[in-house]
């Protein structure tokens, strides 16, 4: 079985932080910061790519804002309304498909987040994901979780698994997360990967399909295939064209 690579660029990196901050610190009119952190949740708009080795690349190049959407501080139900972003998108940019969707997980602090493992998907993300699989475009979900510091922090991003990558703008720690959204072998169930915290016991996968979350801006190059791979080994000398 393939394994899966999601990159995330530049762009989408940006537009998804500053969704996720923008429903964390919410102003009203007058400046004041609301009390209620909410979820918010977008769609995601890129490339799949397959791989010499039969990997899968999905390319997120941009996300989209679902600006009518339902937003509360546990939840997040998106509004209607996928078919005319999908044909205005397909229609008028048709570099871009629809590979799934984000939303955010919002918490106090970082360490409510760690402690309970804020950032994984939930239950309720799991049981909602059974009406995306009805389109097959759907097969990227994205979850980005926003918490305070006490203090501004400069510690270096890092891996929490390979499909989860935390790191701290300013006084807010982010950790982002993907998963997999594909049907079952049974028709009637829907699975997910990689085998998250909430779900390993009820949905077990096997255990040798990788699910990989790639950031380039919060990390160093990253080989994704072998260079070479396509030209041989040892035929790339220098002047080649
Ligand atoms: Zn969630």
């Known amino acids: 079985m393939a394994n899966y690579i999601i990159h995330i660029s530049d762009d989408a990196l940006m537009e998804m932080s500053i969704a996720a901050l923008e429903a964390y610190v919410v102003a009203d009119k007058s400046g004041e910061r609301s009390k209620k952190e909410v979820e918010t949740y977008g769609l995601l708009w890129g490339h799949e790519v397959i791989l010499p080795d039969d990997d899968i690349l ?3 190049q941009k996300l989209t804002v679902d600006a009518m959407a339902y937003r509360r501080t546990g939840s997040v139900l998106p509004s209607e309304g996928v078919k005319v972003k999908k044909d205005m998108i397909t229609s008028y940019w048709p570099q871009y498909s629809l590979l799934g969707d984000f939303h955010s997980h919002p918490y106090g602090h970082y360490s409510d987040v760690e402690e309970i493992k804020g950032y994984e998907f939930s239950e309720g993300d799991r049981k909602s994901m059974d009406n995306k699989t009805n389109d097959p475009d759907f097969r990227v979900s994205l979850v980005m979780t926003i918490s305070s510091l006490e203090r501004i922090s400069n510690i270096q991003p890092r891996d929490i698994s390979d499909s989860i990558i935390c790191w701290t703008f300013n006084n807010y720690r982010f950790w982002l997360n993907a998963c997999i959204i594909y049907k079952g072998d049974e028709d009637d169930e829907i699975a997910l990967l990689p085998n998250s915290y909430h779900w390993k016991k009820k949905y077990d996968h096997p ?20 260079f070479g791979k396509k030209a041989g080994k040892g035929k790339h000398i220098a002047g080649d064209i």
Request: net charge negative; charged share 15%.
């Open 58 to 60: 999905y390319s997120v």
């Open 207 to 226: 255990d040798d399909v990788g699910v990989y979350l790639h950031c380039p801006y919060l990390s160093s190059p990253w080989q994704i295939t072998k």
